[in-house]
């Protein structure tokens, strides 16, 4: 019987990684990247998005990537779905799992769906249905959840608000992302705590991006407040309309890494993810922010130097 | 009358920033830089190291930029030396602080400078003397503290040891260095526990580095022990020889800018800090590792997008 994990890390990188990138990722290499992620021990994966293909052209192959990956027993093959649309394509092209994705800010929400955040609650009532009467999992993520690049931190009450609607609806699991990169530790600790009085922890993921280097620290206070499932990407993938040349989403091989580190189990194989992330700069034209896809694991020790050999002699 | 920081940072870039730059950065404009730093808030800046000019090209001007610096009263400009002629060199250049520096491991020790550990310590006793007779104040560093790159971790008893040999010199601070960032949350918070049983939180500094993504992590692990004082770089330079393209020094800028989301005051100038790194790509020629010189400010929010005005309208 396989260990459980001490810390559930959830793959993110061919939706949330991949739809910022300029460059065109062909469909068989999503295919061949998402494969590669069924082997290295992930139980969740999130393939895709199912949006409007002018609004986020790199993931308009979503059914055809979805439809074509060699699925694993036991692994959840994610779809974000921002609409009802969105939601009847993703379940033709058979996910496992939809992730109805609203913002806390009003002004965010609208500038990422065009929907104000009480119309998104609409919609996904009848999302919701629609996912009930499928039989497929229901996730509810509230992104802005601790700060908006246009409105700045937004009140946990608004936050928490979002969480117990999605809980009306039935969702199986919430998530609280940060979009752009504006949570700190204390923020994330006490509103960690606060979510995790109305659901279990293993119903809570946080979706952390590094954009102001604090992800793993965001991690660290998560995780110490109860926390134990992350969202992340392969090399950090992943970016910010706002902050050109800053990084993205937490980095997976980093944060395995920690947790390997600090005797934490993932469950995941190390060595295959710094592997597959060392494909990336070539597959995308650009350096990843990743550190440990450039430093190698921690105990990866380097041979004694012939000088200091010398000395010894 | 100045309010008490929360959390004191201490600037090495000058020093542990520039040691690994291969570009020339000419004397003038290293004045610049610390002379700038003296206005940030510090009160405390490592200007430089006095070590062979063979070793470490990058420093050989160590004697003329501590001479030539404007010294602001109250900031103790700190001089890195590792051997007894590094701090002569230091006292006739009127530094205010000796910093000697070992390495726990012994292998890293003689790549560093040449001496098994037990030959360090024999020397610093005659350097601790010097120091005293001479008035100035004396700190004593660990590197390798969490961990060598070419024997891997170092027991915490071997630190300890060091850390109370360095005591028993009558120093007036202790470092514990990561210095290739081997460092991980829960190994800090248990060595911290230890050490802050032997000397008070204002003689030890916590110097980490970023190589594997861990930097904040670690300060938030050390700060929650009871650690309140921190080594860093603006824009995260410095970097590990072993780790080509990974990060360096943790980022000045990144730190204060977690330290003040969290309420927690460091006394520091953070958009001076801000303007200040964003000028050392065009210094160095590479980009730099810091994140919050790229994204801003967590608050620097963004205007509401043209469409979301449309929509509201």
């Known amino acids: 019987?396989?260990?459980?994990?001490?810390?559930?890390?959830?793959?993110?990188?061919?939706?949330?990684?991949?739809?910022?990138?300029?460059?065109?990722?062909?469909?068989?290499?999503?295919?061949?990247?998402?494969?590669?992620?069924?082997?290295?021990?992930?139980?969740?994966?999130?393939?895709?998005?199912?949006?409007?293909?002018?609004?986020?052209?790199?993931?308009?192959?979503?059914?055809?990537?979805?439809?074509?990956?060699?699925?694993?027993?036991?692994?959840?093959?994610?779809?974000?779905?921002?609409?009802?649309?969105?939601?009847?394509?993703?379940?033709?092209?058979?996910?496992?799992?939809?992730?109805?994705?609203?913002?806390?800010?009003?002004?965010?929400?609208?500038?990422?769906?065009?929907?104000?955040?009480?119309?998104?609650?609409?919609?996904?009532?009848?999302?919701?249905?629609?996912?009930?009467?499928?039989?497929?999992?229901?996730?509810?993520?509230?992104?802005?959840?601790?700060?908006?690049?246009?409105?700045?931190?937004?009140?946990?009450?608004?936050?928490?608000?979002?969480?117990?609607?999605?809980?009306d609806l039935g969702v199986d699991g919430i998530t609280l992302a940060d979009t752009t990169g504006m949570a700190n530790p204390a923020q994330v600790a006490a509103l960690v705590e606060r979510v995790l009085a109305l659901i279990p922890p293993a119903a809570l993921t946080l979706h952390f991006h590094n954009t102001r280097g604090l992800g793993l620290a965001n991690v660290l206070a998560a995780y110490n407040k109860g926390a134990w499932r992350f969202d992340s990407a392969l090399g950090g993938l992943g970016g910010c309309p706002f902050a050109p040349g800053a990084s993205g989403n937490i980095c997976t091989e980093d944060l395995a890494n920690m947790a390997h580190d600090m005797d934490l189990k993932t469950g995941l194989d190390l060595p295959a993810l710094i592997a597959e992330a060392r494909k990336l700069p070539a597959l995308l034209g650009h350096d990843m922010p990743g550190q440990v896809m450039k430093a190698g694991r921690t105990l990866d020790l380097h041979p004694t130097p012939a000088a200091v050999k010398a000395l010894l002699a």
Chains 1, 2 share one sequence.
């Open 1 to 167: 019987m396989k260990e459980q994990p001490d810390i559930v890390i959830q793959e993110v990188s061919p939706r949330d990684g991949l739809q910022i990138e300029p460059t065109w990722v062909p469909t068989e290499e999503k295919i061949r990247l998402i494969d590669a992620f069924s082997t290295m021990g992930f139980s969740r994966i999130e393939v895709s998005s199912f949006v409007s293909p002018k609004a986020i052209p790199a993931l308009r192959d979503a059914a055809e990537v979805f439809t074509r990956i060699r699925r694993t027993p036991g692994i959840i093959y994610v779809a974000l779905v921002p609409n009802m649309k969105g939601a009847e394509n993703a379940l033709a092209a058979d996910a496992d799992e939809l992730n109805m994705v609203m913002s806390a800010s009003d002004t965010h929400n609208l500038a990422n769906v065009r929907m104000q955040g009480a119309e998104s609650l609409r919609v996904f009532a009848d999302v919701a249905k629609l996912g009930k009467s499928s039989g497929v999992l229901l996730n509810g993520s509230v992104a802005t959840a601790f700060g908006c690049p246009f409105e700045g931190r937004q009140a946990p009450e608004r936050v928490l608000e979002i969480v117990r609607r999605y809980l």
